[in-house]
Antibody, heavy 118, light 106 residues
Framework: QVQLVQSGAEVKKPGASVKVSCKAS?????????IHWVRQAPGKGLEWMGI????????TYAPRLQGRVTMTRDTSTSTVYMELSSLTSEDTAVYYC??????????WGQGTLVTVSS | DIQMTQSPSSLSAVVGDRVTITCQAS??????LNWYQQKPGKAPKLLIY???NLETGVPSRFSGSGSGTDFTFTISGLQPEDIATYYC????????FGGGTKVEIK
């Protein structure tokens, strides 16, 4: 069965960077499907961050995060990474990876809480 | 950017009620809309894709309709397990989520 397992919770200081991993299993990593990253601040709604194609590594990022977010993949370990730099308290959120097509996400990771605090 | 406006932001209904949530796009998105359910502490779950198509395994009491800028999500017979927050999401230009509608039992 399709599974996405994310790395554990992180606590970072303002100005630092965080890198969250998402290990996929149960399907062929480099076939049709994409990996989205979506975040959710405490008590708030969902925010789409961007998408990566595991097969070719191409990425598209949400405009408001462009320049701060980088998504990469390692096909040898079927793992996708999301790195966010220049963290502020507004980046405190649960970060989800999710598999889907380019327009939807139907398999989700368990979420990774990133807390930004001095 | 395409903005998605959901209403209401929250609602309370009795078990068995018909519940309707609306989602309005800031521009014409054809039928490029999905609906998700998120239960507390859990990841979202895709319910409806392409505005009106039911994802495999999703109960038929959930439905979606609409095109252009105005969309509707309906639960025809609210069940206790439907307590959740529901989000619309457009994919006409990148992806954007609506603000969410929290559904509670009265």
């Amino acid at each position: 069965q399709v599974q996405l397992v994310q790395s554990g919770a992180e606590v970072k200081k303002p100005g630092a960077s965080v890198k969250v991993s998402c290990k996929a299993s149960g399907y062929s990593f480099t076939t049709y499907f994409y990996i989205h990253w979506v975040r959710q601040a405490p008590g708030k709604g969902l925010e789409w961050m961007g998408i990566i194609s595991p097969s070719g590594g191409s990425t598209t990022y949400a405009p408001r995060l462009q320049g701060r977010v980088t998504m990469t993949r390692d096909t040898s370990t079927s793992t996708v990474y999301m790195e966010l730099s220049s963290l502020t308290s507004e980046d405190t959120a649960v970060y989800y990876c999710a598999r889907g097509g380019g327009s939807y996400a139907n398999y989700w990771g368990q979420g990774t809480l990133v807390t930004v605090s001095s | 950017d395409i903005q998605m406006t959901q209403s209401p932001s929250s609602l309370s209904a009795v078990v068995g009620d018909r519940v309707t949530i609306t989602c309005q796009a800031s521009q014409d998105i054809s039928n490029s809309l999905n609906w998700y359910q998120q239960k507390p502490g859990k990841a979202p779950k895709l319910l409806i894709y392409d505005a009106s198509n039911l994802e495999t395994g999703v109960p038929s009491r959930f439905s979606g309709s609409g095109s252009g800028t105005d969309f509707t999500f309906t639960i025809s017979g609210l069940q206790p397990e439907d307590i959740a927050t529901y989000y619309c999401q457009q994919y006409d230009n990148l992806l954007t989520f609506g603000g969410g509608t929290k559904v509670e039992i009265k």
